[in-house]
């Protein structure tokens, strides 16, 4: 069964507990056991945690195992296993704590599996380094301040990479505009780009004297100039563009199906509410 109740208990000899509900199936082969054996889970385990945690089913049905050391079916591929000898059994109100002795420990490191507030995930090592801020804090609380800094924190790992396609950040969103619409004015690139124009007027001059564009002018109107990719500045963007789209679906994979929706559904509000403020990003 999928137990989140696992504690440590001591060195020597070394032991181990977790608890049984009274009410579970499982409950008293589990008590009535001489051995069991501890799986922890990884990160991408996450199914097998349901498998484990449904009443009912056979939940080893297509599941390669076989007996460890004690007896107790171990779950073939799966790491760092706990196998333990009972040692104690206590009454532990409608659940029965069970405490194992550890005879023999299978050894694998990997990112674990983390139950927290009715949900399974995983830690998520950026925002472990990431400075903490406290839940009462102006800032945890300011939605520009929130959404700036998820913006740093989504895009400082892809824009870290640019350099690997020699491209700066502005050159980055010129190039990744235009290659999604042909013949943007300048007035309209900065829009999309969110970059402002007598700053983006030098990216460019700099992009068109390396050749990575052109400005050509319209034929009906000689005023209204419009910008090009050229062929070396779709070759250069389009690594980068392949980088990017990976970057996103690790980042998505971070997150449920439902958070994916909420997140873009909320997002979108906020776009959608937006009435022309143009300030750089
Ligand atoms: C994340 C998670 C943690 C769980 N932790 C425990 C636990 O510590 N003890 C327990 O008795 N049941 C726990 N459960 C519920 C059991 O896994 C579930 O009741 C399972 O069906 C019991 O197996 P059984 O039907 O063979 O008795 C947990 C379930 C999940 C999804």
Known sequence: MTANSFSSVSLDPPLVLWSVAKS????????????????????????????????????????AHAPGITGAPLIEGLAPIFECKTWARYPGGDHTILVGEVVR??????????????????IDKRQRQAAPLASDSFARNYLPYLLARASFNV????????????????????????????????????AMALMKQPGLTKVLDRMESDDLLKRKSASSDRRRVTLHLTAKGRARVKPAQKAALEHE?????RFSEDERATIKYALDLLIDSDHGDDSEQ
């Open 249 to 253: 679906a690790s980042l998505l994979s």
């Open 24 to 63: 579970s199936p499982s409950h008293d082969p589990f008590v009535e056991a001489d051995a069991f054996a501890i799986h922890f889970l990884g990160a991408d385990h996450g199914e097998l945690a349901m498998r484990f945690g449904r009443r009912g089913s056979d939940k080893f049905a297509d599941i």
């Open 105 to 122: 420990f299978v050894e694998r490191n990997h990112d674990p599996l983390v139950f927290h507030s009715g949900q399974l995930g995983r």
């Open 155 to 190: 895009s400082g790992e892809f824009h870290a990479r640019l350099k690997e396609w020699d491209l700066s950040v502005p050159e980055w969103r010129v190039l990744a505009c235009l290659s999604d619409v042909e013949g943007l004015s300048v007035g309209e690139l900065a």
